[in-house]
């Protein structure tokens, strides 16, 4: 939709791959015929409330990335690949600067961030974000934990089981206002910049509030060959 | 794109499955957003069909009553955003003389080929029609058993003759509810007459000329036609029962699906000449026909929506089960999942 100041932005896989590392990043690793971030990008497409779709790409994929995104999507007009950065967050920020260089950026302007190999995203899922993070300013993406999660800081002995009915597995979407989420990642430290595992912690460490979205079992993330197996698996036949 | 679709694997177990959908230039997709459970849904997920057909349907994404919003249309036939009911036959040839519905080669959606309960429906044009602004959604939802009832009136009055001073109803469930509101809006002057089983459930025909319990009709009582819409294992009495009270050389429209086979009077039928029509399903005209219907006669669907039962809305898997728990468990009415999956 136009001017929306709602932008989606598909993370394929910010730390670049090693130099002489051949190795295929797991986006391209196709499903049902397709490559995953095919079917990842298709869902953020199909939602006319994004204004764009930003996909951060390795800067040695985007033009891989932009032949696949040319062969299989035929509404691409919403659809722009722009180099990711070193860490997650940097990716993110990267996508913040995009927006505002095109002179969009402004505080109502919220970013639906998701890892690209999560193609079993749904229409629910999106929508809930969208509207959480308008309502809200932030919300992650999670399902209720059902195992026990065991906490140990040496690695070796147990230091804490937390309650389990308060546990939750992070998943994607996490959605932002983008320019407050700038604006606090700038203010941490260095050192506290190094223990972030994902971009909900930003706000966490400012003790700023983020709101939970009910995510899905089947909202995987394919990082394993069992994942990929697991995912052909939820493929239905006819 | 991967697709969620929720298939019946066995009856009354749902199971996400996934199914990729490419976006070409001729297909548009719609996001369901309110679904209408139909016994034959019920039949599929209590499994009461026989079992080597549960075998060869199931897995299937049931539901095959439903609207929704155009998400993607590249054929630029609708607006995104457009709310539309789908159209659940899908014909595969065109032909002059016999009615898409009852083409054998065409498909139907839970029946042989996935239903509704899905996140997006991927369709043509043709099988989709605009719903009129502001209509109430709950009732459109179920807009397609309507559409099964104006197509058998008419196609009914196309063959019964014309004294039709008294046309008799039998059945005081949704299908009866349903023939007998629509038969009273398209012919106003005719006589309608309602038989059913239960009192209370008569009362709701307000629209109605006369109302009997089937065990208390008057003597002397007779309709020039009728219609059946009672299905199931009753369905053979109230035909016979048709056959008793009907006048000669009159039409009786069978519209209740029954899994046996049913014994008739044919003996009757022969000395009083009757006809007797078939009717199933509907089409795109059907469709058409039945939208105007509700723009030119907005009380329609007032009335309709006194048939709106449970409303359950369905953000996981387990809900979907509840709601067909609770329309087991119903008097009258539709139950309507609305679709936040």
């Known amino acids: 939709m136009e001017n929306s100041n709602v932008f989606g932005v598909v993370l394929a896989g910010g730390q670049g791959t090693r130099m002489g590392n051949v190795e295929k990043p797991k986006q391209f690793m196709e499903i049902g015929g397709k490559p995953i971030i095919i079917h990842t990008i298709e869902k953020f497409v199909l939602n006319t409330e994004f204004e764009q779709v930003l996909v951060l790409s390795p800067k040695q994929w985007i033009k891989h990335t932009q032949d696949l995104i040319r062969k299989y999507i035929p509404m691409r007009d919403r659809v722009v690949v722009i180099e990711g950065g070193a860490t997650r967050n940097e990716t993110i920020m990267n996508s913040i600067a995009y927006i505002d260089k095109q002179g969009k950026l402004n505080t109502d302007t919220v970013i639906v961030t998701h890892d690209s190999v999560r193609p079993f995203l749904t229409h629910r899922i999106l929508e809930e974000n969208i509207r959480f993070a308008k309502e809200y300013g932030a919300c992650d993406t999670v399902i209720a934990a059902t195992d026990t999660i065991v906490a140990s800081k040496d690695h070796a002995l147990i230091t804490d089981i937390p309650d389990r009915s308060t546990m939750y597995q992070g998943q994607t979407p996490q959605s932002f206002k983008a320019q407050h989420l700038r604006e606090l990642y700038e203010s941490l430290t260095q050192e506290e910049k190094k223990i972030l595992t994902d971009a909900c912690k930003i706000l966490v460490i400012k003790g700023e509030q983020v709101h939970l979205v009910e995510g899905e079992v089947s909202n995987i993330k394919i990082t394993y060959p069992y994942d990929l197996k697991v995912a052909e698996a939820l493929l239905g036949g006819e | ?341």
Not at chain 2, 192 to 205: I, R, S
């Open chain 2, 1 to 341: 794109m991967l697709n969620a679709v929720y298939q019946l694997k066995k009856p009354r177990q749902f199971e996400l499955v996934y199914k990729d959908i490419t976006l070409d230039d001729t297909h548009i997709l719609v996001r369901p957003t309110h679904l209408s459970i139909c016994n034959a849904d019920q039949r599929y997920y209590q499994g009461n069909r026989p079992e080597e057909i549960l075998n060869k349907k199931l897995p299937m994404a049931l539901i095959h009553e439903a609207i929704g919003q155009v998400i993607y249309d590249p054929t630029g036939t609708f607006a995104i955003g457009d709310r539309v009911v789908m159209i659940p036959n899908l014909p595969s040839e065109k032909d002059d003389v016999i009615a898409e519905n009852y083409l054998r080669s065409s498909r139907f959606r839970a029946s042989g080929t996935d239903g509704f309960l899905q996140e997006y429906v991927q369709t043509v044009p043709d099988r989709l029609v605009k719903l009129p602004e502001g209509i109430n959604l709950t009732v459109a939802a179920f807009t397609e058993i309507v559409s099964v009832s104006y197509h058998a009136i008419g196609r009914f009055f196309g063959t019964a003759h014309n004294r039709r001073d008294a046309v008799g109803v039998w059945g005081d469930g949704n299908l009866g509810y349903i023939t007998s509101l629509l038969i009273k809006t398209m012919y106003p002057e005719i006589h309608l007459c309602v038989m059913g089983v239960n009192e209370a459930k008569l009362n709701d025909f307000t629209f109605a000329d006369e109302t009997y319990l089937v065990n208390r009709i008057p003597e002397g009582f007779a309709i020039d036609h009728a219609f059946e819409c009672v299905g199931g294992n009753a369905a053979p009495r109230a035909i016979n029962q048709i056959i008793d009270y009907i006048n000669p050389e009159g039409t009786i429209g069978i519209l209740g699906v029954t899994e046996d086979l049913a014994p008739l009077n044919t003996r009757m039928i022969l000395e009083k000449g009757l006809r007797v029509i078939g009717s199933s399903r509907s089409g795109r005209k059907d469709f058409e026909g039945l939208v105007a219907l509700y723009e030119s006669h907005p009380e329609v669907v007032d009335y309709l929506e006194n048939i709106v039962g449970e409303q359950v809305t369905i953000r996981q898997i387990k809900d979907i089960s509840k709601a067909f728990e609770m329309d087991i468990h119903k008097l009258i009415g539709k139950t309507i999942m609305i679709w936040d999956k």
